[in-house]
């Protein structure tokens, strides 16, 4: 058996000490600074642009920070100076924002935006070696097909009205009520049939599929869905494309006088108040996620506090918050899409987040609680480095629902590029809604596309 | 100096899992806990720094009284406390230093461990911890990165941060290797004999308990069945402890020939 070897004196001998990495610590804190002291100076002046930059930076930063790679000063610099630039260019552009309407400024306040992604760009590509361009144009494809879903939904059944309208109008009035039912029926038989069959099979899992579809079909039929519908319209898809294409991407404003780019501005604003109810929303979310866990949480009142207002915050649809802010704080105003998106971000966060915390080890909690260590300092300390990953994924992803979000709220007045879609859609520019639309889209795809490289780097 | 009066643990559900335990260990010591899974090791080393909360009598570190004491003097007690165990209980994602660092927490400013502004003499502490188990050279590396000998050793590193008067091992090789498991023993006998630090170690295996041990206490469902000297365990004591006669997965070195 092996004893305890000779015991050798117990003296530290003095040892070649490692070089400590380059710190990102210091840097990354004097980012955050900037980004929050701008973030709120933007927020207060009304500039929400200003946000925007700082807050890719300090996502940037962040996540480089929390993968566990300590970023070179460089990073940093890179992402602070850009940053800088960026939002003094915007806020400069949008400045005059108030006074006239120049289809000038918001390209120009995109392009100062340009830089802060730039920054994050050469930052991300310091540290990867390769990006997957495949990856990215998959997810741009998905993007796209979601944008064009977010449109209908938008459209919702205003769509399909105008659409029948048309179709009125051109005398074509189609009966289906007979063919509607028949199909129904044959369905909800060819499901009966496979309820049958995997009962005699003996299969609980086919039991419940079928089952599931049957349920599937059921409530289709109920909401009027019929595959026999869409084939006999599918050649008013002709009225669809001529109505909407060519896209209209100018049109006279109000006065009647000619305007250029009434699409870039509101877009931009729409993504104003997407980042603004992400950052906020995300900020506010860190700690109540922690007290709505029980392995984090104070005490029973707290857990169950935190769950509540949790639980009250999520229940209400983020259209409600829309539109219980815009009748606060002004119709048309942006500052209320702003509140919307904030609870709708809170909401999504503190759940996902609290969530993920009840599944962390709870070891290390032990240890440092062991240690004598303070209630926060055991949460900072040992809860926090095991779900930051997430929850910069988490914000990333939030941040890309509050852009479809803050499309949809605009419409029942909380600013944005919502309300142009809308009003549009009310005198039928279909034309112009597809300019709108394409704008939508590529916006979406290109915040997909780094969202999705960012967040690709945490996994 | 630990006391031990009378002290009887129940968990929710009324499993009594620590009976009437009263002893005394003295400052310096090297005591090695022995029994059955479930005999009460690990909640008799929870109860010295307030982990798990008496029932009934009572616990004294150095005549304080753990049980009922106020949050503040916990901590206060805790961080005389270091603690090992037998999952190692890193924070996988952090470097080896900020998991050593946590053993410090108690000791700062709450602003400065807010934002990782740890002073100068704090963080040459803990690489000093880091030198003392001969893994210095791992300070920024992550610590999922290291084995799990060097694991443990980093959680050794973290109790000696917090450079304590007293140090809980629960089942700290139980996770290793023989081999590793040695060289972690010897590292925590070092650690007693020469910076003084009193040691309480829950261990499975007998041959381990022997080779490095002083003082061995045996629990058996909760009672205190033994407490003297190494050398009077023979097979009695083990049966006493145990319940039956020694078999080979009792001894380290022959677990698995």
């Known amino acids: 058996m092996t004893g305890p070897a000779e015991i050798t004196t117990f003296e530290i001998t003095p040892s070649e000490r490692p070089a400590p990495p380059p710190r990102s610590g210091p840097f990354f804190v004097v980012v955050l600074l900037i980004g929050l002291g701008f973030g709120v100076g933007g927020i207060i002046s009304g500039g929400a642009g200003v946000v925007w930059g700082l807050t890719g930076g300090v996502l940037a930063a962040t996540a480089l920070r929390w993968r566990g790679q300590s970023s070179h000063p460089v990073d940093a610099l890179a ?44 930052v991300v590509w310091r540290h990867s070696r390769r990006l997957r361009l495949a990856s990215v144009l998959v997810s741009a494809v998905g993007w796209a097909l979601a944008a064009f879903f977010v449109f209908l939904w938008a459209e919702g059944l205003g769509a399909v009205e105008s659409l029948s309208r048309t179709a009125v109008q ?69 009225i669809l494309a001529q109505e909407f294409w060519p896209p209209e991407w100018t049109w006279p404003n109000l006065t009647g006088q000619p305007a ?17 109810g992400a950052t906020v929303g995300c900020l506010i979310a860190l700690p109540l996620a922690f007290l709505a866990s029980k392995m984090t949480t104070f005490n029973l009142p707290t857990f169950w506090g935190s769950r509540f207002f949790m639980n009250v915050i999520r229940a209400i649809p ?48 032990e240890a440092s609680r062991a240690t004598g260590a303070r209630h926060s300092q055991v949460v900072q300390y040992s809860a926090m480095p095991q779900v930051l990953p997430n929850y910069v994924a988490y914000a990333l992803y939030i941040f890309e629902l509050n852009i479809r979000a803050s499309v949809v709220i605009g419409i029942v007045g909380a600013g944005g590029i919502g309300r142009l879609l809308d009003e549009q859609r009310v005198f ?32 | ?112 461990s807010t934002i990782g502004l740890w002073p100068k003499a704090d963080v040459e502490v803990a690489l000093q911890s880091l030198e003392r188990v001969g893994i210095v050279d791992k300070a920024y590396e992550r610590a999922s990165n290291l084995s799990g000998g060097q694991q ?83 097979e009695d004591v083990f049966r006493g402890i145990y319940g039956r006669a020694i078999t080979p997965e009792d001894l380290l070195d022959a677990a698995g020939t």
């Open chain 1, 260 to 276: 250029e780019n009434q699409i870039l501005e509101p877009m931009v604003e729409t993504m104003q108040i997407a980042v603004v």
């Open chain 2, 1 to 112: 100096m630990i006391e031990f009066d009378r002290a009887t643990v129940i968990y929710p559900g009324g499993l009594k899992a620590l009976k009437d335990i009263s002893l005394t260990i003295e400052d310096g010591e090297f005591v090695v806990v022995v029994g059955l899974s479930g005999a009460g090791k690990s909640t008799m080393l929870r109860v010295i720094n307030g982990l798990v909360p008496l029932a009934e009598g009572s616990v004294k570190v150095n005549g304080q009284e753990v049980r009922g004491a106020a949050a503040g003097d916990l901590r206060d007690i805790r961080s005389d406390i270091g603690m090992i165990f037998q999952t190692f209980n890193l924070v996988n994602r952090s470097t080896v230093i900020n998991n050593v660092l946590a053993g410090r927490l108690s000791m700062v400013p709450r602003w400065r």
């Open chain 1, 318 to 365: 983020d259209l409600f918050y829309a539109m219980i802010f815009v009748s606060a704080v002004g119709f048309g105003s942006p500052f209320a899409g702003a509140l919307a998106m904030i609870m709708f971000s809170l909401g999504i966060m503190a759940k996902l987040l609290s969530e993920t915390v009840d599944g962390i080890e709870p070891g290390p909690l």
């Open chain 1, 170 to 238: 051109a005398g074509e009035i189609v009966e289906l009520t007979g063919t509607f039912y028949a199909t129904t029926g044959f369905f909800i038989a060819l499901i009966g049939a496979g309820v049958t069959f995997a009962l005699l099979v003996g299969s609980p899992a086919l039991v419940a599929v079928a089952g599931s579809i049957t349920f599937t079909l059921f409530a289709a039929s109920q909401i009027g869905f019929s595959l026999i519908k869409v084939t006999s319209e599918i050649d008013k898809l002709n």
């Open chain 2, 152 to 234: 443990q050793r980093v959680g050794i590193a973290r109790a000696l941060a917090q450079e304590p008067e007293l140090i809980l091992a629960d089942e700290p090789v139980a996770s290793l290797d023989p081999v590793t498991s040695h060289m972690v023993m010897r590292d925590l006998q070092r650690i007693n004999r020469e910076l003084g630090i009193t040691t309480l170690i829950n261990l499975h295996f007998l041959d381990l308990a022997r080779a490095y041990g002083q003082r061995l206490i045996g629990l058996r469902d909760g009672e205190l069945v033994f407490d003297g000297d190494i050398a009077d365990v023979d």
């Open chain 1, 79 to 122: 992402v602070v100076f850009a940053s800088a630039l960026g939002l003094g260019w915007s806020g400069w552009a949008l400045g005059e924002r108030g006074s006239s309407v120049e289809g000038t400024t918001a390209l120009l306040a995109a392009v100062g935006w340009l830089l802060p992604g730039a920054a994050i760009g050469f």
């Open chain 1, 428 to 459: 039928f520019q279909w034309d112009r809604v597809m300019a709108i639309v394409i704008v939508i889209w590529v916006s979406v795809i290109l915040i997909e596309a780094v969202s999705v490289t960012v967040r690709r780097r945490l996994v």
